[in-house]
């Protein structure tokens, strides 16, 4: 009961509070109460979605994946040069490539103890000197005979853009999955508490194995539609994802101490988070002033969290948590 | 074996004061060694197949490159030794003191002002980080926020102008050499071997490393655990103010873009060296051996022609082979 009330309230907090900033917006900022503004703000909460639901993923199983802006432009670049012939070939190869990345990355932080912070730290790294070395000067191109895909990405459909429907449709499936199918209970379990998830018989290296294949993917996906809206790849490309990423997923709810998180929530975070860029766009100003806005509102939530843990008497474990397994740091 | 550490992913603290290192005389004289033999291996392989490798002008320039590197990284090791890891905000807070102590200079204020306003918005950037962090939240993510919000305000604030003295009071320090040896890597080594005394010498360097080792058994014999992670976080953003000061001295003048990728190069730095692993054992050297390290490769991927793309890649690869060898051999001693 207590559970339920608090994710209600959770859930109607940032309903309130979209809904505020939406209204503020329209009425402070000319141009903000379109259809082209709204179409772009929901497009964009599909791609930020999908790097959020992403994190969702490894956060609920107590880790967090910190490599997932890398991973989006190096899936962004494979799909653009492996798609020189065949697009549907580039996509594919792209997301094996992510797919099996996450899968190792989640393997190695199983049977390693490896603490998946530091280790996706080198990937973010690693990666992004992969994706210049795949594009070392000018970007990669979609080819001129496959301009219909940027365009039909941006068509518009309903509220929203192809590119949103699809972003959407993904980030809503994986919601399902998660409250609906083994795996998906076995990872609140095994961030909930790890030793009794073992104990209950859950398998928790393919947990972990899941979560960041799921995060790869997810990011690898959101990497593929973004080069595909804008034709083009860049080895430098991207790397806004991992603060936009983490301030949906925080915005939404999701607990660093895993356990915790539900995708209609970050949905709503990543809402909350393209309405303030949007914002902020509209106005004209500099865009230091989004990099303020988001790392304040990604600041504020994190200590409007550790407020109501404290108010609320939860054991607000400390932050050693997530960085924890038998490597210490 | 496997299932055993496999137990390690998630774990809560692992309370222990008693989790070996590696057992055995090999494994520790392997552990300690570890870090050094890739410098070795680096500069013997460089020596042979690269032409003016071991020339007197490149080498100094590997140590001054690794000084500034260095010098952030040794501040850095100041968070990891307390056991938070390494905060993502080192590139902005060296900007910002950066434009603070040129900004000081330029409205005429003397030397030693102008140094003095420099550690004291030092001190408020760290004291703000460790705060958050003291308070649980989680370092990487408070510390990104915090760096982005910094960032877009300074560039805000300076209309994102390069500002650019015409008189500059320290670039003897910054650009100047003594008997031959750049006044950077002075700096650098100076500062590793007060460091290194400070963390086994004195009562709070101990406090940090003790705390880094075990924060459930530091709290319980009474260490002011959030009062320490403040101070790592302010002794992290002191070691930027210090390159701040540096490269100004160097270059004469602020920019927003001066220090990208210092944060990457700090974070690798320490992986590398091994320190992220051995957490609270507080091996000071092994931050300024990652740097070194990293400006070897770095160097003589330069002189071979090799692309930044392939830098960066070998930086994160080295990174995680170091992280997993260490991380393999201290779960064998289990």
Redesign the interface.
């Known amino acids: 009961m207590s559970v339920l009330a608090r994710i209600d309230r959770g859930l109607w907090l940032r309903i309130i509070l979209s809904i505020v900033l939406l209204v503020a917006g329209s009425i402070l900022i000319d141009g903000f109460a379109t259809t082209a503004t709204l179409a772009s703000i929901t497009e964009n909460v599909g791609l930020i979605g999908l790097v959020a639901a992403g994190l969702m993923l490894t956060m609920v199983v107590g880790q967090l994946d910190i490599a997932v802006a890398s991973v989006a432009a190096v899936s962004g670049i494979i799909a653009l040069l492996a798609g020189q012939n065949s697009l549907l070939l580039g996509i594919v190869a792209a997301l094996a490539a992510a797919g099996v990345y996450g899968g190792v990355i989640g393997w190695i932080i199983a049977r390693t103890g490896v603490s998946s912070l530091v280790l996706t730290v080198c990937m973010l790294i690693g990666l992004r000197g992969l994706a210049l070395v795949l594009v070392p000067q000018a970007p990669a191109i979609l080819s001129d005979d496959l301009f219909w895909v940027s365009d039909g990405l941006v068509a518009r459909i309903g509220p929203t853009s192809l590119l949103g429907v699809i972003g959407l449709v993904i980030i809503i499936a994986l919601g399902l999955a998660m409250r609906g199918t083994r795996l998906g209970l076995s990872m609140y379990a095994v961030g909930g508490n790890v030793e009794r998830a073992r104990g209950s018989g859950v398998n928790t290296t393919r947990v972990y194995v899941a979560a960041f294949a799921g995060s790869a993917l997810l990011a690898g996906t959101a990497g593929i539609l973004a080069s595909l809206r804008s034709g083009s790849a860049s080895g430098t490309g991207m790397d806004s994802l991992l603060l936009d990423g983490v301030t949906a997923a925080v915005v939404g709810g999701v607990s660093l101490e895993g356990g915790r998180g539900n995708i209609i929530n970050v949905l709503l975070g990543a809402l909350i988070v393209r309405i303030i860029a949007a914002a902020v766009a509209l106005e004209g100003v500099q865009s230091s002033v989004e990099s303020i806005a988001t790392g304040g509102v990604l600041l504020a939530m994190l200590l409007v969290d550790y407020a109501l843990a404290r108010r609320s008497g939860l054991p607000f474990a400390n932050s050693w948590r997530v960085l924890a397994g038998p490597v210490r740091i | 074996m496997?299932a055993n550490?496999?137990?390690?992913?998630?774990?809560?603290?692992?309370v222990d004061g008693e989790?070996p290192g590696v057992s055995g005389r090999w494994g520790g004289w392997m552990q300690t060694i570890a870090p050094i033999a890739p410098i070795v291996v680096i500069f013997v392989l460089a020596a042979a197949s690269v032409p003016g490798f071991v020339s007197g002008p490149n080498l100094i320039a590997v140590v001054q490159a690794s000084a500034i590197t260095g010098i952030a990284a040794i501040g850095a090791a100041a968070i990891?030794i307390v056991?938070?890891?390494?905060s993502l905000a080192i590139e902005q807070q060296a900007v910002t003191l950066a434009y603070v102590f040129t900004a000081m200079l330029m409205v005429g204020q003397s030397l030693t002002a102008a140094i003095a306003v420099t550690l004291v918005a030092a001190i408020l950037l760290g004291a703000v980080q460790g705060y958050?962090?003291s308070?649980?939240?989680?370092?990487?993510?408070?510390t990104?926020?915090?760096?982005?919000?910094?960032?877009?305000?300074v560039?805000?604030l300076s209309d994102?102008r390069t500002i650019t003295l015409r008189q500059n009071p320290v670039a003897w320090l910054g650009g100047g050499t003594s008997w031959g040896v750049p006044n950077q890597a002075i700096v650098f080594l100076v500062l590793l071997v007060i460091g290194t005394l400070f963390l086994s010498r004195t009562r709070l360097g101990r406090q940090l490393v003790l705390t880094?080792?075990?924060?459930k058994a530091a709290e319980l014999i009474g260490i002011p655990v959030r009062k320490l992670v403040v101070i790592a976080y302010v002794l992290a953003a002191m070691g930027s103010a210090l390159v701040a000061i540096l490269v100004v001295g160097q270059v004469s003048q602020a920019s927003s873009n001066m220090f990208d990728g210092l944060t990457?190069d700090v974070?690798?730095a320490i992986?590398v060296g091994g320190i992220?692993?051995q957490?609270?054992e507080g091996q000071l050297w092994r931050a300024g051996v990652g740097a070194l390290i990293l400006t070897m490769l770095s160097n003589v991927m330069l002189l071979l022609g090799l692309?930044?793309?392939?830098?960066?890649?070998?930086?994160?690869?080295l990174?995680?082979a170091v992280?997993?060898t260490m991380?393999?051999m201290?779960?064998r001693g289990?």
């Open positions: 496997a550490m496999a137990e390690g992913a998630g774990t809560p603290i692992v989790t990891t056991g938070k890891f390494v958050l962090v308070r649980g939240l989680n370092p990487i993510v408070a990104l926020a915090f760096g982005s919000a910094l960032y877009g305000s560039v805000l994102n880094g080792a075990n924060p990457i974070v690798a992986l992220a692993i957490g609270g692309d930044a793309g392939v830098r960066l890649l070998l930086k994160g690869a990174a995680a992280l997993l991380t393999v201290k779960g289990r």
